[in-house]
């Protein structure tokens, strides 16, 4: 034998031992975990033998275990989503997502109904009004096929194209488009004076979204162009969102002051402050806060607050003042743990289950007007 044969030999006769003994590991470990869970596996092999009805697939049967496992954590806001929930809040909470720009509704016989937006992609490759959906992509668009599983497919990167399979009436013919998608924005502020009243402002957030905070700064900007002066930041029914994001919305509307302080499991207080003063730090505004305001609307609401830069309109928030973290599993769904908690420096939050005390309680006839009362009443006493 020479010297390369040898050599060889050796490699391969190394490579069949690695190979085995990593089997051995691993069928030993695979065969640890099964046993694991003793009362798990027998109970899976009663309904195996006995149940009437089939067991759901071995997906359904995953997702089953995580939710069942997520009720005994017993924690409200560790969560898990499935694939297309999660890219769709995903997609919120981004503020845009890539799309070919259509409305989807399920008509009176259970099929997919297309409405194409004007202008948008789907419009100009061809769709028109009460096309009726046979496929996106490897999906069929069928009575079982829920509307969330079909948006989230239409989504994708910017720039690929989608395969979109369509019928139409008369002829019932199925019809073929491949449509490029294209950035599609989701707002998260809705802006415009108050009506009646040109010099005061209305921004309503929806969301706290990454692009909420450059939303905010570029509203106010066109409203000061109207002639507007004095603002109301609305936040009720405004559930959260993305922490940072809040952090960086309080810090719009603050000179200087500690935002929240923050701490994850085993690491220290984390402290999040104004570095500099922020660009809406010199606005009039008043806050408006319900019972629905919640988690990072509540940060901004409670900086505002604990700083001294803006009265608090309306009713007691909802007072959550956890962060969570979200972690995407290898099929696209994901899990979201709770991780960290937050709180005011000085203020005490959450109080006898409620958030944040408003500054001032509004009526129950118009919130929007007693917040601008409350803005005029302060210009003219000064």
């Known amino acids: 034998m020479n010297k390369t044969s040898f050599w060889n030999t050796l490699l391969v006769t190394f490579s069949l031992g690695l190979a085995f003994a990593a089997g051995y590991v691993s069928n030993d470990f695979v065969e640890q975990r099964t046993h694991e869970y003793p009362l798990l596996q027998e109970a899976i092999g009663i309904l195996e033998k006995y149940a009437l009805e089939p067991l759901p697939g071995e997906k359904g049967m995953e997702y089953g275990m995580i939710r069942g496992l997520l009720q005994a954590y017993d924690d409200p806001y560790t969560i898990f989503l499935e694939p297309p929930q999660h890219e769709l809040q995903t997609n919120q909470l981004e503020g845009a997502f890539g799309g070919i720009g259509v409305k989807i509704e399920r008509g009176e016989d259970r099929s997919i109904v297309l409405y194409p937006f004007p202008d948008g992609p789907g419009f100009e490759a061809g769709l028109l009004n009460g096309d009726r959906l046979v496929s996106v992509d490897e999906l069929l668009a069928t009575p079982e096929t829920t509307i969330e599983a079909i948006e989230a497919t239409f989504r994708g990167p910017v720039g690929e194209k989608v395969k979109v399979v369509i019928t139409r009436m008369p002829e019932g013919e199925p019809l073929t488009f491949m449509i490029e998608r294209r950035k599609v924005a989701l707002p998260s502020v809705i802006w415009h004076p108050v009506h009646g009243v040109p010099e005061v402002g209305m921004l309503q957030v929806t969301i706290i979204a990454q692009t909420t905070p450059d939303e905010i700064v570029k509203a106010v900007a066109a409203l000061q162009k109207q002639g507007v002066k004095y603002f109301i930041l609305d936040l009720r029914g405004n559930g959260g969102g993305i922490l940072d994001a809040g952090v960086d919305t309080a810090r719009l509307f603050l000179k200087e002051g500690i935002i929240i302080e923050q701490q994850y499991r085993g690491e220290a207080v984390e402290q999040l402050s104004v570095t500099r003063p922020g660009p809406l730090a010199e ?100």
């Open 283 to 382: 606005i009039p505004v008043v806050v408006l806060v319900n019972h629905n305001t919640a988690s990072a609307a509540e940060i901004i609401a409670g900086a505002l607050q604990a700083n001294g830069r803006a009265a608090l309109m309306g009713e007691p928030t909802y007072g959550k003042d956890t962060v969570q973290l979200v972690f995407q599993l290898q099929d696209g769904s994901s899990l979201h743990i709770t991780a960290a908690h937050w709180w005011f420096p000085g203020l005490d939050f959450p109080l006898e289950g409620i958030g944040l005390n408003p500054t001032l309680m509004a009526s129950d006839e118009d919130w929007v007007r007693d917040a601008v009362d409350f803005l005029l009443q302060g210009v003219s006493s000064q």
